[in-house]
Structure formats: structure tokens, C-alpha cells
């Protein structure tokens, strides 16, 4: 069995790294672990005191469809957030926050321009009578349903419409912390010549929730998108678009296809079944287990891919897998960070770990994971900061 420690070091490069390099064998997480750093200030960023100061979800789109490397001057990073806190009148003061002094909306949006992304980067939501408001918003007659949001591309091998996964929630009774339940897959087409912050969308109606043999529950995708085109700066493109999707309690995760003029047509979209690429989805075969419901598939300048991920979706350690293709088989799992904040109190939990090749170094993977409590509506109000990304890196220097 294959351990290979050089392979993380290779991981950090993404489109620039060395192709080539030799491999050797460990089995030590500690070796592997000397390669991360925390990123304080890409987690200062989000470490705020008015306005919009806390999010879970965070993909970043390039908006000029570049995946795989940092923006010039004129480029402009789309970040989308699930649920999201706003402070309605000035600032958080000394830790403390009244229940009728923040709101939850269920997504917002950031955007961060040029080469220096961090001290750009601003929030926006909708507001209606003066308060915050859902961006995405789905187009039913039932007003208790809303839009989380999954990963997103610029489609510039083919029509270059931006588009973004969404998923339809509905709150629901429950004794337990979860008391909602997904409802369908969404894809939101926003037009090329629709501008920042994107009041005009289409609603895509997708199949892409269904059972699978074996398994509890359905599958859902739109965790992770690897758009493997040359347009999109790939180191070795084949011109396909993957998308992730996982199941169940076991996370199990799953992959699907298509070519990007087809990407808006579910018909024309291929599932991986373990051995070829079918149309029938319900033979989906996994690609490996304890996933999470947000992740990553990076492509390596060395022709190989790179996962990221929480492992089993809320446990405090991120993962990394890497393969030599968009499906596997990938080489075992390697714990690479284990989140501190879990240690502070014991519902706080670690969550939807995932790398941003679009806001690395060019010597490093940049990757964020979300941090939340078991008793939200309690901490938050004597700790407004908890709920928000943090960032690590995992750096040659």
C-alpha cells in the first residue's frame, strides 16, 4: 500500500508545481502535518464586527472562468456563502450580541478584486423594508423554502454563463440539531452579461437527488466541481466538467461528467459506475468514503488530482487523497490538519473542508473548513466570531 508524503508536498503547487518529482513512502501524519500552516489573514478576513461577521458554505469562483490561477488587477473572485449573520445596527462590542441584534439570511455573496484580494473583499445581500435579505431565492409558491449553495464555475469552454448549485431546504420539527431537510438539486444559470450581485438568475430544475441501491437516504451533487478544461487553465485538460455528489451518513462520495456545451442538458450528463461513464445515475459506484457535503478536486501540474475534504463530513480532521484521475482509484487518506477550535468547547464543531486553487500562491493550496456549535442560538451571542471559515496552507517554503 502506497503512502506517499512527497505527493502533499506536490499537492500545494497545483498549476505550478514541478511535474516528475520522485515519491517515497511514509506513514507518518506528524511528517505530513510539518507542511501546514494556519493562514491568518485570509482568516482575518472573515473576522469581523459589523455588517455581515459570520458564514458557513464559502466556494470561490474566479469570474474570468481561470480556476487554477490568481487573479491580475481587473479579476474579480466570487465567494457564495450558505447561511449568514448581519449585525443591523453598528458593531459587535465586547463579545456580546442581543437576539434582536443580528439576522440570519440563508445565502449572501462576497467579491474580492485584483491582487490583493483580502483588503478587497466586500459582502452583499438583498434588503426588503430595511432588513437583510436571501439572495437566491427558488421560484416555488412556498415561502419557507430556501437556497443553500454548493460550488459554482465560470463555463467558459462554453456559453460562459456563471453557474452555481442550490439546494431547496426546508426547516422541519425535530428533537435533534439538523431540523431541516433537503428537498431537490438546483442550478442557477446566470447570464455572461449579468453583473455582480446577480438579481437576475435562472432556475435550472435538475434530477440530480436520487436513491442509490444500498443506501440510505439520496444522493445529491454539486459538493465539488473540477472543471478540467484548457480554457479554465488546467495543467492536462480532457475537456469535461466532473461534479461530486455524496450520500448518506456515510458521505460516500460519487462523480458525474459532461461536456460544457452540454452542462445545462441533464440528459447528456454521464455518471461514473466503477468502470466507464453510463447515463443511468442509479449505478453510481463511490469513489471513497467519510466524505463531506462541501470538498474539493484539484488538478496537479503533474497530471495528477488532489481531494479535500472533512473527514465524515463534522470531525476535526481534514483529509487529502490524491489519484491520477478524476475518479480514482485514489491513494488512502492522509490527515493533514486537525481543527483546534473543536477543543475550546465541546459543541463546537469542525466542518466542510476544502481547498481554493484560484486564491493560492502560486507555491501554495489554500484550504478553508467552517466552524460551528451544537447550541448556535446560545454561543452566538457571547461569541459573535465563532461561526465563520477558517483558513490553512500547505506551503514548499
Given at each position: 500500500m502506497f503512502q506517499k508524503l512527497i505527493l502533499f508536498c506536490i499537492v500545494i503547487l497545483l498549476a505550478s508545481c514541478k511535474p516528475n518529482i520522485d515519491?517515497?513512502?511514509?506513514?507518518?501524519?506528524?511528517?505530513?502535518?510539518?507542511?501546514?500552516?494556519?493562514d491568518a489573514e485570509w482568516t482575518n478576513a472573515f473576522l469581523r464586527d459589523e455588517n455581515v461577521f459570520g458564514?458557513?458554505?464559502?466556494?470561490?469562483?474566479?469570474?474570468?472562468?481561470?480556476?487554477?490561477?490568481?487573479?491580475?488587477?481587473?479579476?474579480?473572485?466570487?465567494?457564495?456563502?450558505?447561511?449568514?449573520?448581519?449585525?443591523?445596527?453598528?458593531?459587535?462590542?465586547?463579545?456580546?450580541?442581543?437576539?434582536?441584534?443580528?439576522?440570519?439570511?440563508?445565502?449572501?455573496?462576497?467579491?474580492?478584486?485584483?491582487?490583493d484580494?483580502?483588503?478587497?473583499?466586500?459582502?452583499?445581500?438583498?434588503?426588503?423594508?430595511?432588513m437583510p435579505k436571501t439572495v437566491f431565492e427558488p421560484n416555488d409558491e412556498n415561502k419557507e423554502h430556501y437556497y443553500w449553495l454548493g460550488d459554482g464555475f465560470v463555463n467558459t469552454a462554453g456559453d460562459s454563463a456563471l453557474y452555481i448549485f442550490a439546494y431547496k431546504i426546508i426547516d422541519v420539527e425535530t428533537e435533534g440539531f439538523f431540523s431541516f431537510e433537503q428537498l431537490s438539486v438546483d442550478i442557477l444559470k446566470i447570464d455572461k452579461h449579468e453583473r455582480y450581485p446577480f438579481s437576475n438568475y435562472e432556475i435550472i430544475k435538475t434530477d440530480l437527488m436520487f436513491?442509490?441501491?444500498?443506501?440510505?437516504?439520496?444522493?445529491?451533487?454539486?459538493?465539488?466541481?473540477?472543471?478540467?478544461?484548457?480554457?479554465a487553465g488546467a495543467p492536462h485538460p480532457d475537456g469535461y466538467i466532473y461534479i461530486y455528489g455524496t450520500i448518506g451518513f456515510e458521505k460516500d462520495l460519487f462523480a458525474a461528467r459532461v461536456l460544457p456545451n452540454d452542462f445545462d442538458k441533464m440528459?447528456?450528463?454521464?455518471?461514473?459506475?466503477?468502470?466507464?461513464?453510463?447515463?443511468?445515475?442509479?449505478?453510481?459506484?463511490?469513489?471513497?468514503?467519510?466524505?463531506?457535503?462541501?470538498?474539493?478536486?484539484?488538478?496537479?501540474?503533474?497530471?495528477?488530482?488532489?481531494?479535500?475534504?472533512?473527514?465524515?463530513?463534522?470531525?476535526?480532521?481534514v483529509v487529502m487523497q490524491l489519484s491520477k484521475s478524476p475518479v480514482g482509484p485514489f491513494y488512502p487518506p492522509k490527515t493533514i490538519y486537525h481543527c483546534p477550535e473543536v477543543l475550546e468547547d465541546k459543541d463546537f464543531f469542525a466542518y466542510n473542508a476544502k481547498g481554493h486553487p484560484s486564491i493560492s500562491s502560486p507555491d501554495s493550496l489554500l484550504i478553508s473548513y467552517n466552524v460551528n456549535s451544537f447550541d448556535f442560538f446560545v454561543d452566538v451571542l457571547t461569541k459573535p466570531n465563532l461561526y465563520r471559515p477558517r483558513f490553512i496552507k500547505i506551503s514548499l517554503d
Open positions: 515519491i517515497e513512502k511514509t506513514n507518518s501524519t506528524s511528517q505530513v502535518e510539518s507542511f501546514i500552516q494556519q458564514v458557513d458554505g464559502i466556494f470561490s469562483i474566479p469570474l474570468n472562468g481561470k480556476e487554477f490561477s490568481k487573479p491580475s488587477a481587473k479579476d474579480s473572485i466570487l465567494f457564495v456563502f450558505s447561511d449568514s449573520l448581519i449585525k443591523l445596527k453598528g458593531k459587535i462590542k465586547d463579545n456580546k450580541l442581543g437576539n434582536d441584534e443580528y439576522k440570519m439570511i440563508h445565502n449572501s455573496l462576497g467579491i474580492a478584486t485584483g491582487e484580494l483580502i483588503n478587497s473583499l466586500k459582502f452583499d445581500y438583498k434588503s426588503e423594508n430595511g436513491p442509490v441501491a444500498g443506501y440510505m437516504g439520496q444522493a445529491t451533487f454539486g459538493n465539488a466541481i473540477l472543471v478540467n478544461t484548457n480554457e440528459s447528456a450528463w454521464k455518471y461514473w459506475d466503477g468502470k466507464s461513464w453510463v447515463s443511468e445515475k442509479e449505478n453510481v459506484k463511490k469513489l471513497v468514503s467519510n466524505t463531506s457535503n462541501e470538498m474539493s478536486v484539484s488538478p496537479l501540474q503533474n497530471g495528477q488530482f488532489v481531494l479535500v475534504y472533512q473527514h465524515a463530513g463534522m470531525e476535526p480532521s
